[in-house]
């Protein structure tokens, strides 16, 4: 008998994931089909920032050093993080611009030392209330704007009208915990 309990809590947890993997499936496609970008131009953007990211990787010193995300939205790039020096900002900013091409480079690293898990979370959590907020708008449509918050400096990126691009900074810097908002909009 306890055999068949163990048999039947390994499949309901089997079938736990199941039903996560088709939540997210689900959700990632609707993302898809909402977004103003073409599904190409979704790939495109994967594959630039994991081209980038690699490029990025072979910077002597770089990945020990500095904490660098790469972000790209209809072929526009944002380069967000810390580095220590300007010398090897420029690095970065250069191995990026020769692995890949994109329409333009938004290099929004900053000098300093790499952000602890504190402050990594609480840009998660900053994030999050920004993206709410811009989904919940009824004057805007959230799903065209990608929000990256690093040491809580929020960017916002997408392919947007003019209107559309002020109505989200003014969103986003009302925002609690929201130190400044930078706008790397593509506009319509």
């Known amino acids: 008998m306890p055999f068949k309990h163990l048999a039947i809590i390994a499949i309901l ?26 599904i190409g131009s979704q790939i495109d953007d994967n594959n630039i ?21 790469v972000v790209s939205v209809n072929g526009t ?17 250069q191995a990026v611009r020769n692995a890949v091409t994109v329409k333009n ?3 929004q690293l900053r000098i300093g030392t790499r952000i602890g898990i504190a402050t990594q979370t609480h840009d998660t959590w900053l994030t ?9 708008a009824e004057t805007i449509t959230g799903n ?23 109505m989200a900074v003014e969103i986003a810097r009302h925002v609690n915990g929201v130190k400044r908002v930078i706008k790397a909009f593509e506009y319509l």
């Open 13 to 38: 947890t089997l079938l736990q994931g199941c039903a996560a993997a088709v939540v997210a499936g689900t959700a990632g496609a609707v993302s898809a089909a909402n977004d103003r970008r073409t």
């Open 105 to 107: 480079i938004h290099n």
């Open 49 to 69: 920032e994991i081209k980038a990211t690699l490029a990025l990787k072979r910077v002597p010193n770089l990945s020990e050093q500095a904490n660098i995300s």
């Open 144 to 166: 065209n704007i990608k929000v990256v918050t690093e040491n809580s400096e929020v960017f916002l990126m997408g392919l947007v009208s003019e209107a559309e691009a002020d």
């Open 77 to 93: 790039i944002l380069l967000v993080g810390q580095v220590p020096s300007n010398n090897l900002m420029s690095q970065a900013a």
């Open 128 to 136: 999050s209330k920004v993206k709410t907020k811009l989904l919940t």
